[in-house]
């Protein structure tokens, strides 16, 4: 038995991309076929974003993914359509308020991470983090390029160091902006277990600049991470996979199998 867990809203925009088809085609018609054909011991959960996700970390960190959204109106349209026909198939979808699909994919990943495998659908770097022996997550390594001339100085940037690197070098799709000047080679440059260390005990209040020392970080950086240590907490922060509330499960809607229904839903959009 295999868990799927798929970044909902990332999943479907990639699907409805004509550049793109896949396995099952594209747009909504192609998501309910690949839920109809889920193997029977496997389990799809879909998570989305959940009312006022945005402004729970806005309130952490101000000017967090404070930017236009790119979804249009016939996009927007299209994710309700798939959301409705997903109702008449085996899926799980999850949407929790004050909570975005990454935080309840990570919650997921860490309740049935150990029990079996888990397979992440995405196309978030971000979610690379998650990955254990039991959990994979369907997109590439987050890779710095330290020399564009010798691939062989590339450094692959570990699962358990990615929160470090959104922290510190930011995450402009987010509009988290990191300690400015700390760019991916700077970081690329430090000892990454010693900055770890250096970066929870800084988010737990505690700023050591001799530990930033040790660890590869020249004195004018360290002066300055020692000077915006609130602001590098605050990125630290947002960018942490928050826990669940309580009562999270019931943002879960269960499925329940009904080919002849999910079609007429679909025939709303002839595809």
């Not at 991309?17 to 690949?34: H, I, K, N, Y």
Request: glycine share 8%.
């Amino acid at each position: 038995m295999t868990i799927h867990i798929y970044d909902g809203m990332a999943v479907l925009r990639r699907r409805f991309d004509e550049a793109l088809p896949g396995q099952f085609g594209r747009g909504p018609r192609s998501v309910f076929t690949e839920m109809l054909a889920l193997p029977k011991a496997d389990v799809a959960v879909w998570c989305f974003e959940g009312r006022g996700a945005k402004f729970v970390r806005q309130r952490i960190l101000p000017g967090y993914k404070d930017r236009p959204s790119t979804m249009t109106d016939g996009l927007h349209a299209l994710v309700d359509l798939t959301r409705k026909a997903l109702e008449h198939t085996r899926a799980i979808q999850v949407a929790v308020p004050q909570r975005e699909a990454d935080d309840v994919i990570a919650h997921l990943c860490e309740t049935y991470g150990e029990t079996g495998p888990v397979m992440v659908h995405t196309i978030d770097r971000d979610l690379k983090a998650l990955e254990t022996a039991k959990v994979k997550v369907d997109v590439s390594a987050l890779k710095i390029v330290v020399d564009k001339l010798d691939s062989k100085q590339d450094r692959i940037v570990e699962p358990c160091f990615i929160h470090l690197y959104k922290a510190l070098v930011g995450d402009p799709s987010d509009r988290v902006p990191g300690l400015p000047n700390f760019g991916p080679l700077t970081f690329a440059k430090c000892d990454w277990p010693l900055l770890n260390m250096a970066m929870k005990a800084l988010a737990a209040g505690q700023v050591h600049r001799e530990m930033f020392l040790r660890a590869g970080v020249k004195e004018p950086t360290a002066d300055r991470i020692v000077e915006q240590a609130d602001h590098l907490r605050a990125c630290w922060d947002v960018t942490a996979f928050l826990p669940m509330p309580g009562d999270w499960e019931e943002g879960i809607t269960v499925g329940k199998p009904n080919q002849a229904a999910g079609d007429a839903v679909l025939r709303q959009f002839m595809h």
